[in-house]
């Protein structure tokens, strides 16, 4: 009876308001992302769209409102932080992978240091990852040797390691060369088709019409327009919508 | 026209020549033309050339013949001494003391210098973990300075009950007040000059000189890796804090297995800088009666009245022993690459 019932939203953000300074940056941000699904965020640059990407798994702190993660309320710190974290998995723009350690290593490193997994397990876990992302023949060298969508999918692997519940990515391809975006976008579409929960931050337009259940637009702190992506892109309901689609969407 | 290779440069010219940067080093050269290398190789002959009759004149005025050395100081038997074993056992101790002095003082300033870092650049909440694995670290390490040197540990360590008692606070305060008080700890150390650091603990709590030479760089040096490992720290960009956290590390995991190898690994050539510091710097235990190289080669200077060659032999050693740090750790480096 302790388990949360199943059809409850994976990811409750419920009253969210968060302030940079003066700034505010997030004003009243109620959602809710269902087990399975995957949930695009587009929006313009500085929308508070990382950053509400960013709240979920407490890299940025909110001043107001609840964000729950499988029924948990997100710990403010500690153990449980840490615990909740691993949960969760996270991709950043600039890959951020461990400069010091292999490929192998860097997807090694979660499982064995806060899963508690040996050392035998991680290694054959972290190679199926790698095989996955398709990056087998690196996985002795370091990240700096590697081109940047083979980063970026090393990060992919690096998250999905710690078997995580819901994966967040936070504008995956826009640090990438044009040629890199779309082994990036093919890794993500194939996660998304295995189930995966996912909330991705990006510009990639079509992504978010092949793989999203939903679209989330965002413009000046606040969720403008929330739909599925179809009647999102061909009949936006808002001005501010509709004059961000009209700037991005080719002539 | 097909033709010979451009004739690759001579051993002269090669000396002569800028070196190019190797595969991922920036320089901030450019390849010079042909005015400039020529410029270069003019340059170079003059400064040879004054180089060479500076060294000239230095060694004709000291070989000159004074009052107090009537056949001038390079006379074949003011060199005498070093034929003799006796000469060398007695530099070969005081080297043993300045090396011994100097290792336990960079193991001991490198933990206590990368724990005040990484506790000034951290959250402000304390790895208690990770002070006391320090705390520990040097007290074993000095207890087995004291059991390799063959003193008595209780001996060596007899500092007043007060001695003791500031230690215990300076320990209980990182713990209760890491960042205010790692960053009090290096902003009073390293303004203290390092003479009285060295000084205080014989002077005042009766410590033994060695001993007193260890605390005293310990104290300063500390400070000065703790700085430039914080340095490295910051340099470190924001994501590998964030990539550390996100997988699920606790804020002192990320510091130890993220961010400290790669910070130390930035702040390897200050490092090295910092421990041929060190070295050279046991050197001022003389104020501590410490019976270092320098002033067992003083000594040997005044019994056998012959300074130059006595403080010559002292320099060379001095040099290779730096040079061989120096050598290792340039190859440390590249094969950490």
């Known amino acids: 009876m302790d388990l949360p019932p199943s059809n409850e939203a994976l990811v409750q953000i419920r009253g969210v308001n968060k302030w940079f300074g003066q700034n505010h940056v997030l004003t009243d941000i109620d959602l809710d992302i269902n087990r399975g699904e995957v949930v ?10 990382s950053t509400l990407c960013r709240c ?160 989330v637009f965002m413009d000046g702190g606040q969720l403008v327009e929330v739909a599925p992506p179809d009647q999102f892109f061909e009949n936006p309901q808002t001005d501010r919508a509709r004059g961000f689609l009209s700037k991005i969407l080719p002539h | ?12 010219e090669r000396a002569l020549t800028v070196p190019r940067p190797r595969a991922g080093e920036l320089a901030l050269t450019e390849e010079l033309g042909p005015r400039g290398r020529r410029s ?54 005081g080297l043993q003391q300045t090396l011994s002095a100097a290792a336990v003082g960079i193991i001991c300033s490198l933990i206590i210098g990368v724990l005040m870092a990484a506790l000034r650049h951290g959250t402000g909440r304390t790895p208690i973990a990770l002070v006391l694995a320090g705390a520990a670290a040097v007290v074993l390490v000095l207890l087995g300075a004291a059991w390799l040197r063959g003193t008595n540990p209780i001996e060596a360590f007899t500092i007043k009950w007060w001695g003791y008692a500031m230690a215990g606070a300076i320990v209980a305060l990182l713990v209760g007040l890491p960042r205010y008080m790692s960053t009090a700890y290096v902003e009073f150390f390293r303004a203290c000059a390092l003479v009285l650091l060295i000084a205080s603990p014989f002077r005042f709590f009766g410590v033994q000189p060695w001993w007193s030479v260890v605390f005293g760089l310990t ?44 910070a130390i690994r930035r702040a390897l050539p200050n490092l090295l800088t910092q421990t041929a510091s060190l070295l050279k710097d046991t050197s001022l235990g003389f ?18 009245d012959n300074y130059l060659p006595s403080l010559i032999v002292c320099a060379a050693i001095y040099i290779t022993v730096i040079g061989i740090i120096n050598f290792t750790a340039n190859r440390l480096q590249r094969t950490q690459r």
């Open chain 2, 40 to 93: 270069v190789l003019v340059s170079a002959i003059v400064s040879l050339g004054l180089v060479v009759m500076a060294g000239v004149w230095i060694y004709q005025r000291l070989g000159a013949p004074t009052r107090l050395y009537p056949k001038g100081q390079f006379e074949p038997a003011l060199w005498e001494p070093f034929k003799h074993s006796e000469t060398w056992h007695g530099l070969w101790n």
């Open chain 2, 1 to 12: 026209m097909s033709g010979a290779p451009p004739s690759s440069p001579g051993i002269f």
């Open chain 2, 287 to 304: 104020i501590v009666t410490f019976s270092d190289l320098l002033s067992i080669s003083q000594r040997l200077a005044k019994a056998n």
């Open chain 1, 40 to 49: 695009v965020v587009i929006g313009p640059s500085g929308s508070g769209k």
């Open chain 2, 219 to 262: 104290l300063y040096y500390s400070t000065t890796i703790a700085e430039v490992t914080r340095s490295a720290l910051r340099s470190l960009p924001k994501g590998q804090t964030e990539a550390g956290l996100a997988v699920g590390l606790t804020p002192s995991q990320t510091m130890t297995m993220v961010l400290l190898p790669q």
């Open chain 1, 56 to 215: 979920i798994n407490r890299l940025e702190t909110i001043q107001s409102g609840t964000i729950t993660i499988d029924g948990v309320p997100l710990p403010a710190e500690g153990k449980e932080l840490a615990r909740l974290r691993a949960d969760v998995g996270m991709v950043f723009q600039s890959f951020n992978l461990f400069a010091h350690k292999t490929i192998l290593e860097n997807v090694m490193l979660g499982p064995m240091k806060v899963r508690g997994v040996s050392k035998t397990d991680a290694e054959f876990q972290a190679r199926a990852l790698l095989e996955r992302v398709g990056i087998t023949a690196k996985a002795d060298q370091y990240p700096a040797e590697l081109s940047g969508g083979q980063q970026q999918r090393t990060a992919i692997a690096r998250a999905l390691a710690m078997k995580p519940k819901v994966m967040l990515f936070d504008e995956p391809t826009s640090a990438l060369d044009p040629e890199m975006v779309n082994e990036v976008l093919d890794v993500m579409l194939q996660l998304a088709g295995l189930g995966m929960t996912m909330v991705v931050v990006t510009h990639e337009m079509g992504f978010a019409r092949k793989a999203a259940q939903r679209v």
